[in-house]
């Protein structure tokens, strides 16, 4: 299983960036997808959630900033960050799982961003 996410950089904070995680078909049919972030010295935490039914959910301090999707053509699932922030900062990566399961056990190497001032 290979996870495969890209597209960050180096952006001013008030930018934007487009993450996109590539995954073979099987995976990327799971039940829910998800972003998530760590920032230096801190632990991973979840981003943006979205699920094959559903609607998508955000943490709190991305809501009306960030949006995920889905591109059942690109077999990719996107992350959209506008309006990005110092604390955006961190290394983003996708995963995920079926209801019944936990997130893969493998994480991939993720994608840098970096919000400057």
């Known amino acids: 299983v290979q996870l495969q996410a890209s597209g960050g950089g180096l952006v001013q904070a008030g930018g934007s960036l487009v993450l996109s995680c590539a995954a073979s078909?099987?995976?990327?049919?799971?039940?829910?997808w998800a972003w998530f972030r760590q920032a230096p010295g801190k632990q991973r935490e979840l981003v943006a959630t979205?699920?094959?039914?559903?609607?998508?959910s955000y943490r709190d301090s991305v809501k009306g900033r960030f949006t995920i999707s889905k591109d059942s053509a690109k077999n990719t699932v996107t992350l959209q960050m506008n309006s990005l922030k110092l604390e955006d900062t961190g290394v983003y990566y996708c995963?995920?799982?079926?209801?019944?399961?936990?997130?893969?056990?493998?994480w991939g190497q993720g994608t840098q961003v970096t919000v400057s001032s």
């Open positions: 995963n995920a799982r079926s209801y019944q399961s936990s997130w893969l056990a493998s």
């Open positions: 078909g099987t995976i990327f049919n799971s039940d829910v």
């Open positions: 979205i699920p094959s039914i559903g609607s998508a």
